[in-house]
């Protein structure tokens, strides 16, 4: 599989493309104010980036994308930066089911849909239901997501399922306790990039990501574009993932 990059062509190997690409879009202020430019303006053009991501992700056949589009934490921004995401959230949604359908893209979202102004959520699960059947890629967009929070109301569940008798303690393991997470049907990220420089995981997908190859850069979510993200792959593709064993060739 041939992708160009820079003036150099690289080749990504397609045996080891990762299965799932996890992403946190950071950055979108402070490119706008590097700029001289309202904040609303970095999340509009972060929005059209993390569209292009998208169908560059399906094109490269990676089955699952993960995006960190609203962050429990995000509440406490102010009200008109709130508004400013999810009428972006409502436009592209729009904008983009037509072609979501046509190529086989799967809608799915993690974290709580129930924080939502009612005509969002109804949005959300309208378009969940309509691509269900898709089998291409999911596009997974985590909204109102935390990943303690997720982590606590899967113990809730679970308790919960003990208290009716339905499970009894000595049956939970790693696979029965990821049933009750909001990523049930999905497997774990292989590769979780963050842009803008930070270097956290921010609660992000935290039980998922314990073995997840990590890759950071410095650029503001509005300036990663297609070779950015074929850098990041080609790097995923350079690790040697051991999950904690021994390497033997
Ligand atoms: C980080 O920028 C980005 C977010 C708050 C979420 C990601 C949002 C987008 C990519 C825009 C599209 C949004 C939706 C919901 C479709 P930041 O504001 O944290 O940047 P900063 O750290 O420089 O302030």
């Known amino acids: 599989m041939k992708n160009f990059l ?47 991501i998208i169908y560059k992700t399906r094109e490269l056949g990676i089955p699952y994308l993960t995006l960190f589009a609203f962050s429990k934490e995000n509440w406490f921004r102010p ?28 809608f799915k979202v ?39 929070n997720e982590i606590i109301k899967a113990v809730k569940k679970l308790a919960e399922e003990i208290k009716e008798g339905k499970i009894s303690p000595e049956e939970i393991d790693e696979g029965l306790f990821r049933k009750f997470l909001d990523t049930k049907d999905i497997p774990d990220p292989d590769l979780l990039i963050r842009t803008s420089g930070e270097m956290r995981i921010s609660n992000f997908l935290l039980f998922q990501l314990a073995y997840t190859e990590l890759y950071f850069t410095p650029i503001y979510w509005p300036d990663f574009d297609e070779k950015e993200y074929l850098k990041a792959l080609y790097s995923y593709q350079q690790r040697e993932r051991r999950f904690g064993r021994i390497y033997e060739p």
């Open 6 to 52: 820079n003036d150099s062509v690289i080749t990504l190997d397609p045996l080891k493309l990762p299965k799932h690409v996890a992403i946190i879009m950071d950055g979108n202020g402070r490119w706008a104010k590097s700029k001289g430019l309202p904040r609303a303006y970095g999340h509009k053009v972060g929005a059209e980036v993390a569209k292009k």
């Open 79 to 106: 009200p008109e930066e709130i508004s400013t995401l999810l009428e972006l959230l409502k436009i592209y949604l729009d904008a983009e089911l037509e072609e979501m359908k046509k190529q086989g893209i799967r």
């Open 110 to 148: 993690i974290g709580d849909k129930a924080d939502f102004p009612k005509d969002l959520q109804e949005k959300l699960e309208f378009i969940e239901k309509t691509t269900q059947e898709n089998e291409k890629m999911v596009l997974c967009m985590a909204l109102s997501y935390g990943g303690k």
